[in-house]
């Protein structure tokens, strides 16, 4: 904890000065430009990775980067996702899985989890990527089988999503879009989900037209 709480001084002193006027802009409110549901893995560092500032994203995190399909009864990720949707009219969603998920890993072997019993239960929303991993991934060495893992499962979150009421007037407005990501952490590359493809590919290759025009635009920034 001395850590942390240097940190804090660190930030008081040396950071927080130097945003001033960012962070008396944001005590005025919040319009990020995407929820962000990722996993709550500690080696996850959300504003690392995507270089973004205080107000730009609206973060879930949760064990798996897990959307429980809609029902009547509340939880805090549907509660996020309503907010974000609602509220906010933030007008993008991106769910973001992680190579070395421990939540997937154990998703594959929910048996190996009695001693977690909420985890187990929690997994269960994942059961659809496993079956299907299982399926079509007994051929595969196992670091193919684990991507294929965690593949299926962003793309089933991003289904999950969708059954959510917030999501699809909004989907159906055509004024939101999802993504779904995978971080690989050992070499820093993220891959894109394509949906016209079925197929992940690097960010800079599936959003470079995006990009060229964002870095065009903010080059004398």
Request: charged share 20%; aromatic share 6%; net charge negative.
């Amino acid at each position: 904890m001395p850590k942390f709480a240097a940190g804090v001084v660190k930030f008081q002193k040396e950071v927080f000065p130097g945003n001033q006027e960012l962070f008396e802009q944001l005590a005025k409110g919040q319009t990020p430009e995407a929820l962000f549901i990722t996993c709550s893995d500690s080696r996850i560092e959300t504003g690392m990775l995507t270089q973004s500032q205080p107000g730009d994203l609206f973060i879930v995190r949760n064990a798996g980067n897990i959307v429980p399909p809609h029902s009547n009864a509340s939880g805090a990720t549907t509660a996020a996702i309503e907010f974000a949707c609602v509220a906010l009219n933030a007008p993008h969603i991106v769910v973001c899985g992680h190579t070395q998920c421990g939540a997937m890993k154990g998703a594959m072997n929910l048996g190996g989890l009695s001693s977690l019993p909420h985890v187990k239960e929690w997994l269960g929303y994942s059961r659809a990527a496993v079956d299907i991993t299982n399926e079509l991934g007994k051929d595969l060495n196992e670091h193919d089988r684990n991507l294929l893992l965690l593949e299926q499962n962003v793309i089933l979150q991003l289904q999950h999503l969708r059954t959510h009421p917030a999501v699809a007037v909004r989907l159906a407005r055509g004024d939101l879009r999802l993504h779904g990501w995978v971080y690989d952490i050992v070499d820093g590359e993220v891959y894109a989900y394509d949906e016209k493809d079925n197929a992940f590919e690097p960010v800079s290759k599936r959003y470079a037209a995006e990009v060229a025009k964002h870095l065009a635009l903010h080059t004398h920034d």
